[in-house]
């Protein structure tokens, strides 16, 4: 499966931003998905995920309420909305699948099988 993530850029403190995942090679709606960031100098930090139908969702405490994971499985897509930005949400942010024969949701990364190769946000104050 490759994994191609796109829509980072420079944006203000407050604005909004989505991020979109474009999946290739692979039998998308029996992934899991998720969404991670690593900001300079520090580690890898979950954000997202989201079962395989779409259904169930989870969220890291920092940014549940503002930002929403969703996919479209007939595009073998999954997108990352991000409101509220702060600057502390500079990072490199990756979409990554997991294989799962059920619609479980997945936090740690070592959980994942596939990685894309990340889009860099950066919020300014």
């Known amino acids: 499966v490759q994994l191609q993530a796109s829509g980072g850029g420079l944006v203000q403190a407050g604005d909004s931003l989505r991020l979109d995942c474009a999946t290739s090679?692979?039998?998308?709606?029996?992934?899991?998905m998720g969404w991670f960031r690593q900001a300079p100098g520090k580690e890898r930090d979950f954000i997202a995920t989201?079962?395989?139908?779409?259904?169930?969702?989870f969220y890291a405490d920092s940014v549940k309420g503002r930002f929403t994971i969703s996919r479209d499985n007939a595009k073998k897509t999954v997108y990352l909305q991000m409101n509220s930005l702060k600057p502390e949400g500079t990072a490199v942010y990756y979409c990554?699948?997991?294989?799962?024969?059920?619609?479980?949701?997945?936090?740690?990364?070592?959980?994942?099988?596939?990685w894309g190769q990340g889009t860099l946000v950066t919020v300014s104050s």
């Open positions: 990554a699948a997991a294989r799962s024969y059920y619609e479980v949701l997945r936090i740690a990364g070592s959980n994942y099988d596939y």
């Open positions: 090679g692979g039998t998308f709606n029996t992934y899991t």
């Open positions: 989201i079962s395989r139908s779409g259904g169930s969702t």
